[in-house]
């Protein structure tokens, strides 16, 4: 499996963007997708998931303003960013979780909110 993310970028505070993040390869390994965020000097946290149900799961500090979401057909999936802060300013990074194998991780995308 391969993931590929791409979507980041500069925004006022207030404002929105969409992250996606396509997946090839052997798709049928894959059980849930989710976004994570790194800022500098801090851990990487969970930001959303979705699983292959649809059953999503949000980091409190982004309940209401984020979105995560998924296109079968396209084999990707999308994390809607609304009302954005400076505190959202990381990288983000996408992740599949699969049955009986190791995780796999996208490369990043920057995202950086300005006040």
């Known amino acids: 499996v391969q993931l590929q993310a791409y979507g980041g970028g500069l925004v006022q505070a207030g404002g929105s963007l969409r992250l996606s993040c396509a997946a090839s390869g052997f798709i049928a390994s894959i059980n849930a997708m989710g976004w994570y965020r790194q800022a500098p000097g801090k851990q990487r946290d969970l930001v959303a998931t979705?699983?292959?149900?649809?059953?999503?799961a949000y980091a409190d500090s982004v309940k209401g303003r984020f979105a995560i979401s998924r296109d079968n057909a396209e084999n990707t999936v999308y994390l809607q960013m609304n009302s954005l802060k400076p505190e959202d300013t990381a990288v983000y990074y996408c992740?599949?979780?699969?049955?009986?194998?190791?995780?796999?991780w996208g490369q990043g995308t920057q995202v950086t909110v300005s006040s």
């Open positions: 979705i699983t292959n149900g649809g059953t999503t």
């Open positions: 992740k599949a979780t699969r049955v009986l194998y190791s995780d796999i």
